[in-house]
């Protein structure tokens, strides 16, 4: 069956950075949408629903957040919809709008959210509490040791060093000191990565995303409203999820499926993403991937289960500079998660920065020549996983 095309024809992101002291949660979310309606030349009485991306609103210290959010989104007398996967919320949520597109319900949907996790406090204590209290959190599994874990199961299985992480961070670091949205914009060295504070090894204070504060809003149109309006757009091609078992034991190996060294159910998003676009081989057909990667070793399996590289291939690729700027397949050209982490619209931001490449519109980190993009996101304990294509 074919799918109606839906367009991106507005982004908004605010500037991220570790607090944002001048503006509260309802107008961190406001910034975004007036970026992105000024974007698309639309306004916000003519939006027909709302997707609302809010992950853990424990981060906010205001249950159910999503209430404090709807007149600065404009949703009042409106379809509202709020939506939580984890890291994964702002790409669970652009797929929410896509379907409301393209069931034929809307023409005209605003997807858009806001984070202050620098400001919540501790925010591991608030995510540690995701995990079984019995058999896993006593361990103890967190987000960082869970993926500490993953990073020892590659090391095994491929010879990922250390040294390899930390030329992760560096290309990410060298793509966000372009991007003036970006939160961590200060370049680095393999040596200041390795001597950084160990968290739970291998990862360092370098090695793993800051904690940020920040909006994004993106505005979805239907093609026939697009044609209507003479209105430019980007193309949402692809679009798909897959979910992973929920206990970190049942992923690694042994005759299980998944292994925790490798991203199964993201390649499978991926896959399904692909199929969707009529993307064969990503290897030739995607110029642009912005990749949910929240750890320098993640990045590795996140671009092999993209299809970017074969299993263990990716850290030798890295070193060849296949996925800088310049390179082949540039990865995380933003900066990635690494640089900028406001949880609720991190995954939006992948699809944001993968539209703007796309579009030709992503300033000094453009990818010269970006015709075809493909961007994740991972939520839960690295459980959840969408995938989107954005095509010019």
């Known amino acids: 069956m074919k799918v109606p095309r839906v367009g991106i024809i507005g982004i908004g992101q605010s500037e991220f950075k570790a607090r944002r002291p001048d503006a509260n949660y309802p107008e961190l979310v406001r910034e975004a949408v007036t970026i992105a309606m000024k974007d698309c030349k639309r306004e916000l009485d003519e939006i027909e629903a709302v997707v609302y991306s809010l992950a853990p609103d424990a981060l906010l210290g205001i249950g159910n957040a999503e209430r404090l959010g709807v007149d600065a989104v404009g949703a009042r007398n409106k379809r509202f919809m709020r939506i939580n996967t984890g890291g994964s ?29 620098g400001e ?3 925010s591991q204590t608030i995510l540690n509490k995701i995990w079984d209290p019995v058999y896993e959190r006593p361990l103890p599994l967190g987000t960082i040791t869970m993926l500490a874990m993953s990073a020892v199961r590659y090391m095994h299985k491929y010879g990922m060093t250390e040294e390899d992480m930390a030329a992760i961070v560096v290309k990410n670091r060298a793509h966000a000191a372009l991007n003036p949205k970006a ?22 204070l370098f090695d793993s995303c800051p904690q940020s504060s920040g909006g994004c809003a993106m505005v979805l149109a239907s093609e026939q409203y697009i044609k209507d309006n003479k209105l430019d757009a980007v193309w949402i091609t692809g679009v798909a999820h897959c979910t992973e078992s929920y206990f970190i034991g ?28 009529g993307v064969i081989d990503p290897t030739k057909q995607i110029d642009v991937a912005e990749l949910y990667s929240p750890f320098s070793n993640t990045e590795f399996h996140a671009i092999e289960g993209a ?17 800088k700027l310049g390179g082949p397949t540039p990865v995380n050209p933003s900066g990635g998660v690494l640089c900028t982490n406001a949880i609720a619209v991190t995954a939006m931001v992948r699809v944001a920065e993968t539209a703007l490449q796309v579009w030709g519109r992503a300033g000094g980190h453009q990818v010269k020549g970006a015709k075809r993009g493909i961007a994740s996101g991972n939520g839960g304990d690295h459980q959840f996983f969408g995938a989107m294509v954005v095509e010019a």
């Open 250 to 277: 049942d992923r690694m190996g042994n005759g299980y499926i998944a292994d925790h060294a490798d991203s199964q159910a993201m390649g499978e998003a991926c896959q399904r993403a692909y199929k969707m676009a």
């Open 183 to 204: 939160h961590l914009r200060t370049p680095t060295t393999i040596e200041e990565v390795m001597h950084s504070r160990m968290i739970s090894w291998p990862i360092k």
């Open 89 to 117: 919320t702002g790409i669970s949520s652009l797929a929410a709008a896509h379907s409301h597109i393209a069931a034929g319900a809307c023409d005209l949907v605003l997807v858009a959210g806001a984070d202050k996790v």
């Open 307 to 323: 299809g970017l590289a074969k299993l263990g291939q990716a850290p030798g690729m890295l070193k060849d500079g296949h996925f």
């Open 120 to 122: 919540c406090g501790d």
